[in-house]
C-alpha cells in the first residue's frame, strides 16, 4: 500500500473518531469548580485566546487580557432584572442549557451543534460597578476563533433591543 493510501486512511479513521466523540459527549470537558463570583470578581480570562471577560483588566499581568477584554453589559432596570432578560435571551439560543440562576448570576452551557464541544458564560451583578461583568470560555479547544466574544456581543445587542 502506498503512503499515501495509508495517510487516507488514517485520517478517514481519525473523522469517524471526531465525528462520533462528539455526540457520545466525549468533547464536552469538564465544568470548571471555580466558576461565579469570588470576592468581586469572575475566575480570570484562559491563558489562551479562547476566551473573554469584562474583568480583564483587574489582572495586569495577565498575557490574554488585552485579547481577552469585553466591556460588561450596562443594566436594564435593576441588576436582576437584567439578569432575568439575559436568561430569556439565552434560553433562545440554540445548544444553550442554564446551569445556575439566581437573582444576580447567571451560568449558562453553550454547545457546539455538530462536536458538542462547550463553553461556560457567566453573567453576574456587580453592584459596586452597577454594570453585568460577563466571562466566557471554551473548556476544551486552544482557540475559539473569536465564538466566544460574538456570542455575548449578540446577547449584548438582544438585550440593548430590550430597552
Avoid at 70 to 86: C, H, K, M, Q, V
Amino acid at each position: 500500500m502506498a503512503f499515501l493510501e495509508w495517510v487516507l486512511i488514517v485520517l478517514l479513521i481519525a473523522a469517524v473518531a471526531l465525528a462520533l466523540a462528539g455526540p457520545l459527549g466525549l468533547l464536552r470537558g469538564r465544568m470548571p469548580g471555580d466558576l461565579g463570583p469570588h470576592d468581586g470578581r469572575l475566575k480570570p480570562p484562559s491563558m489562551r485566546p479562547n476566551s473573554v471577560s469584562s474583568q480583564a483588566g483587574l489582572y495586569p499581568n495577565h498575557p490574554m487580557r488585552d485579547y481577552a477584554r469585553i466591556e460588561p453589559f450596562a443594566l436594564l432596570r435593576s441588576g436582576p432584572a437584567t439578569i432575568e432578560r439575559i436568561r430569556r435571551i439565552v434560553e433562545g439560543m440554540p445548544g444553550a442549557k442554564v446551569v445556575q440562576s439566581t437573582s444576580g448570576y447567571l451560568h449558562v452551557e453553550f454547545a457546539t451543534p455538530t462536536l458538542r464541544l462547550v463553553d461556560d458564560a457567566e453573567f453576574w451583578f456587580d453592584p459596586k460597578a452597577g454594570v453585568i461583568q460577563v466571562r466566557s470560555a471554551s473548556r476544551l479547544p486552544r482557540r475559539d476563533f473569536g465564538a466566544n466574544r460574538a456570542r455575548l456581543e449578540t446577547i449584548r445587542q438582544a438585550l440593548d433591543a430590550a430597552r
